[in-house]
């Protein structure tokens, strides 16, 4: 199986800041990775597929990047709405595992 | 609009049998896989099942294969998973989730259904 790491597990950054989450895979996984963005109460929400490929209505404050085993993914100019914990999930070869997640919090 | 309504939740005890559902609307259920995924209390996200659109094709982890399965019935647009032989490490919130249009990712989610394992 697919393991996905993920770091940092929480972060707290500026309004109008920026922050960088990464994962790591335990091998090769494609470009098949994903990045989420999830709120309590709520689903989580497709932010970027496929490595760096933005969502339809997503901001280009959110972008991603990465091969092989190693991925990161950046928000830049914090929004207060950013605040929520995120989830890189990696969706190769018919296998589905996610990253241990990342609370982002404003300071 | 894409929505997704999962019903069927609650407290069971170890051992014991639960059936979710998941009520799809706004698109053509039909035509797309989809997936059951839970969060559990250390809010950790799991991969539970998946089905393919027509419902031929099923997959699950190693932690629930054989106590668990997937099915749908498009003619009333619902997905469902039946879960047997519970145990505590099955606690969690159980989301559906569609997969993404020709790409096996999760593309849209339901607000999830609470799944609670105790004696």
């Known amino acids: 199986d697919i393991q996905m790491t993920q770091s940092p597990s929480s972060l707290s950054a500026s309004l109008g800041g920026k922050v960088t989450i990464t994962c790591k895979a335990s091998?090769?996984?494609?470009?098949?990775i994903a990045w989420y963005q999830h709120k309590p109460g709520k689903g989580p929400r497709l932010l970027i597929h496929?490595?760096?490929t933005l969502q339809p209505g997503i901001p280009s404050r959110f972008s991603g990047s990465g091969s092989g085993r190693d991925y990161s993914f950046s928000i830049s100019n914090l929004e207060p709405e950013d605040i929520a914990t995120y989830y890189c999930?990696?969706?190769?070869?018919?296998?589905?595992?996610f990253g241990g997640g990342t609370k982002l919090e404003i300071k | 609009e894409v929505k997704l309504v999962e019903s069927g939740g609650g407290l069971v005890k170890p051992g014991g049998s639960l059936k979710l559902s998941c009520a799809a609307s706004?698109?053509?259920?039909?035509?797309?896989?989809m997936s059951w995924v839970r969060q559990t209390p250390e809010k950790r996200l799991e991969w539970v099942a998946t089905?393919?659109?027509?419902?031929?094709?099923?997959y699950y982890p190693d932690s629930v294969k054989g106590r668990f399965t997937i099915s749908r019935d498009n003619a009333r647009n619902t997905l469902y998973l039946q879960m047997s032989s519970l145990w505590s490490e099955d606690t969690a919130l159980y989301y559906c989730?569609?997969?993404?249009?020709?790409?096996?990712?999760?593309?849209?989610w339901g607000q999830g259904t609470t799944l609670t394992v105790s004696s």
């Open positions: 989730a569609r997969h993404g249009d020709g790409d096996p990712l999760f593309d849209y």
């Open positions: 706004g698109f053509a259920f039909s035509s797309y896989d």
């Open positions: 089905i393919s659109s027509g419902g031929s094709y099923t």
């Open positions: 091998q090769d996984i494609n470009k098949y």
């Open positions: 496929y490595t760096s």
């Open positions: 999930l990696q969706y190769d070869n018919l296998t589905w595992t």
